[in-house]
């Protein structure tokens, strides 16, 4: 072989590790930058003050609890949704049906975020009649629920699609109802099914952009279903642009919070399962 | 039913451990209840430019008639919590933030305590929302045009309430200057219009002649979102640049002519302008001084440089007194040569709610709440470089606030 | 037996039941895209009528006037997305090519996942990085060295304050490696060791066989992520609204602030007032919805094809 081949074969392969590199360094820098400078923002208050534009004593007490409650009924509605949605496509569906809404599904996750912010903004807050109308931590979670149907409902099929078809032969053959068939592999496919669960939650924990056109953020606690509310990401939004040092700080802060969180699922889910990723 | 042993295994426990544990976790979290508000009545922010701040005396009931001996008429609010969401103005929002905590801690141990969020969206949002009902009112630095109100239906007049005077600084980040610069109106006018492009054009340099300004290009940076602030800086340019009305236009959003940088809301901003070098901006004084950025003094119609301080702005206020009487949504900027003191982008910012309001408790609410800002919420202005309203601006206001009503039923002092 | 005469009496109703739960809430996923489209079209049916084409093909967004021209951002959102291909694509395929044929199998296991923990990242964190790092620390310099050096080429036209249309479309490649190269592994390795062996046999030293073999085989793959990739770019709202100095006239050049339509709804989906207006805005989210269907559609079908192909010769 000459070497003018080998020198091009050696610089290929240089070129994809500098690739790796270049893909690497991002994640590495967020890593780094949010850990150091979150790290510094982190006290008591921090804890148990409600966000706030003024002074030097605001914290997300308030952005987490709206983050954990929009995120449970976002929950409510695309979990039930989205595994049932599954369970049919993968069980039930006849081929070509089950094919249009995987298909359907797929496209669904493709939407970008702020247009599903778009369509609960005219649908939810500008035309609910007068106590529903508005700005509302119920919007947040309708917004952030429709996103996760589609996700929920892919990986959930995809799952159960993973659990040997014997099992399911086994049963016909044994004359065991369709439904208790399914349940037995839901049970097998089980932890293909609640990985997906907490992917997609992890996914919508980290959402802003529908959460600007629907719940807006707040200075306050939660205030009921039917108020505005403040969550981890519009908390890092408002702060992160102000220009303030203080506030710079927290939306560091938090920005550390949400990472470790979202990312720890993420570590934590690909250690235990080796899950390869479907795009959640 | 002979689940599969192999499927309930190590793998699921250790997720449904896990789940299980975030789930609680949060859920304590939430359930202990949340935070305190941040803001007590002492709350300040300290200055570079202007004195002393001042604490409000806390002590005083929310429902007495201030400077009377007259208390509420007896109407009482149903009790329990009255939650109410409001937005607009970035430019009054640092004392807007302060007036809702403190009114709330005030009123957490009546019956109906008031708890109100405002969210800084920009004065257009604002608008939008109390028109739509999407906010309980609105805070907006321009007034609200008859030709837009005139395209809601409405059940009854839109009330513009004067709540705060405040000015619109310009400020800078230029490496190397550490001074406050003098700028004149025609000057900014060039600089925003794209006709001056770097620091050390002949024009800035000449009116300071003590600092050393750089040849790099200017970033100047404006608002994206539709913006009081830049109405009242537009108001104002239009007077010192013959052609600024007719090419780039006054109002909440206008046509900026350069490919210029723009960011949402006076702390986008001034954020934008911090890490940005060589920009200049424009939002209420109080993020120049919160984000440590240099303001400039401009020049008034008496040829005087004035910084953007709570002298200036009660200056410009008290000159165009007479026409306030009159109007009280006038635009004070540009104040007369006689006013020497004044600086010239003064501007009030307005409440703006309905006069008739669908809810009782709403009602109440909002006309407590202003009656409170625009008597008591004054004695947290200068403290946050904002000046008091003027006593004529004040009892214009609470007759104003008077008119806030539920089906006939008023709430607060005459 | 119970059991028995249950199964003798046809279907049980428990069987019926789950199965018509279940279809309906897979119904329910027709439904939502339905509701998209119908829902946010309905709303925007009076912009539409008053404004018609030249919502599209003018170029000034001027809300009091009651102008809404959305071409600007229409252009922002594809130049932005197709820098991010341009600077994004060749990182992510050698990151695939790495993954899928150079790696050791030991490394492999660890950066593969690590490479993917990427599009983990909530967008709000990637756009405050970059605002404060990524774009004063990296891009400012890289852009005040092109605008020195290279500064006659209208590309490179513009103050450079680092807030423009090049950092949106970094920040956007940084975004989309994880899909393209995910995608783009996966058609790589579908290619079967057949093909390998036969390059290899032919002489072929590694990058040979990898451009002669994979890229080949893989082709519609990396295509279908590519357009996966791409599809992801034009809907990003948060990273790049920080960074793309939101100005609302579209300059060809790199160095000059952009908006794009997701970064245009979220800086004035409020300011709208009156019915028109506010359609105007959905409207806005309508293109936006069109778009993505588009390369969404694209890249599934193109998908659909593979898969099958894969599916024959496999």
Known sequence: MNARRKLVDRFWIAFTLVALVLALAPLASIIYYVTVKGLAALNISFFTHNFSQVGTEGGIANALQGTFLVVLLASAIGVPTGVLSGVYVAEYGSKRYGEIVRFLADVLVGIPSIVTGILIYSTLVLSLPAPFRGYTAFAGGVALGFMEIPIVSNTTSEALRTVPNSLREASAALGVRKWRATLVIMANALSGVTTGILLATARIAGETAPLLLTALGSTRGFQGWFQAMETMTLFIFQNATSGTPFLVEQAWGASFILLITVLGINIIVRIVTRRRTTFV | MNFNRRAINTTTTALAVILIIVIIAFAAYAAIGVGKTTVTETE??????????????????????????????????????????????????????????????????????????????????????????????????????????????????????????????????????????????????????????????????????????????????????????????????????????????????????????????????????????????????????????????????????????????????????????????????????????????????????????????????????????????????????????????????????????????????? | MAVGSLKRRGRSIVDAGFRDLSFAFAAFIVFLILLYIIEIGYHSLPSIRAYGLSYVIGSEWNPPREIFEVLPEILGTLASSIIALVIGVPISLGVAVFLAEISPRGPRVVIGPVVELLAAVPSIVFGFWALLVLVPQVIRPVEHALSASLGFIPLFHGAASGYDLFSAGVILAIMIIPYVAAVSRDAMQAVPRSQLEAAYALGGTKSEVIQMSVFGYARSGIIAGIFLGFGRAIGETMAVTLVIGNSLEFKASLFAPAQTLASLIANDYSETIGVVQVSAIIEAGLVLLALSLLSNLGARLILRRFVKRGAQLL
Request: with cysteine; glycine share 8%.
């Open chain 2, 44 to 414: 300040t922010i300290s200055t570079t430019v202007t004195g002393s701040a001042t604490t409000a005396t806390a002590t005083v009931a929310v429902n007495e008639c201030p400077g009377t001996n007259i208390t509420l008429s007896s109407y009482t609010p149903p009790a329990g919590k009255i939650s109410l969401t409001a937005g607009g103005s970035t430019f009054v929002n640092p004392i807007m933030q302060v007036w809702v905590a403190a009114y709330g801690n005030l009123t957490e141990n009546e019956a109906a305590p008031v708890l109100i969020n405002y969210a800084g969206v920009g004065s257009s949002s604002g608008q939008m929302g109390v028109l739509a009902n999407t906010f309980a009112y609105a805070g907006s630095d321009a007034p609200l045009s008859a030709s837009v109100l005139a395209g809601y239906k409405s059940s009854g007049p839109m009330l513009q309430i004067p709540e705060a005077l405040g000015g619109v600084a310009i400020f800078y980040n230029i490496p190397g200057v550490s001074t406050n610069l003098n700028f004149t109106g025609p000057v900014l006018a060039a600089i925003w219009n794209g006709s001056i492009t770097t620091w050390n054009d002949p024009r800035i340099t000449a009116l300071n002649p003590g600092a050393t300004l750089p040849s790099a290009t200017i970033v100047p940076v404006h608002r994206s979102d539709g913006s009081g602030t830049t109405y009242a800086l537009s108001t104002y340019l239009a007077t010192q640049s013959p052609s600024w009305a007719s090419t780039i236009g006054v109002g909440t959003s206008i046509n900026w002519p350069t490919s210029e940088e723009s960011a949402k809301g006076s702390s986008g901003v001034a954020g934008l302008v911090s890490t940005t070098p060589d920009s200049i901006g424009y939002a209420d004084s109080h993020y120049a001084l919160s984000n440590n950025l240099l303001s400039a003094d401009i020049q008034n119609a008496a040829g005087k440089y004035v910084a953007p301080t709570v002298a200036g702005f009660s200056a410009a206020a008290a000159a165009a007194a007479s026409t306030l009487s009159t109007n009280a949504t006038a635009t004070i900027v540009n104040p007369p040569a006689s006013a020497a003191t004044a600086y010239p982008i003064s501007t009030f910012t307005y409440f703006l709610v309905w006069a008739n309001q669908s809810n009782e408790a709403t009602a109440w609410a909002l006309a407590n709440f202003m009656n409170w800002v625009v008597t008591y919420g004054q004695s947290y202005s200068t403290g946050l470089n904002y000046s008091p309203l003027p006593p004529s601006t004040v009892t214009a206001d609470q007759h104003l606030v008077s008119q806030i009503n539920f089906n006939g039923q008023t709430f607060t002092c005459p």
